[in-house]
């Protein structure tokens, strides 16, 4: 009994999560996963800092959206070095 219990709470928070994703969720399913955030990472006697997380996620975030390869900003920063008046070869550095 107690692990049908237990099995139900884990598929309300399955569905909660993946509703959010198809459509809007509802009060009582964003309140449920902030609940289960909440209790996670401020437990008692956690060291869990929010700012420092929030920080970390979103350098890693930025990291993802305006990630450039070593290579592209070589190439980027040649192109520029080279462009001088009536040179344009700027251009071109798009097509890179």
Known sequence: MI?????????????????????SITKVDYLTLRHGFINAHFAPNSKFNFH?????????????????SIPLWICFIIFQLLNVYGNFDFHYSNNI
């Open 3 to 23: 692990r049908s219990n237990f099995s139900q709470k884990v598929n309300v928070f399955q569905v909660a999560f993946f509703r959010q994703f198809f459509a």
């Open 52 to 68: 420092k997380y929030i920080k970390r996620s979103m350098e890693d975030d930025l990291k993802v959206v305006v990630g450039i």
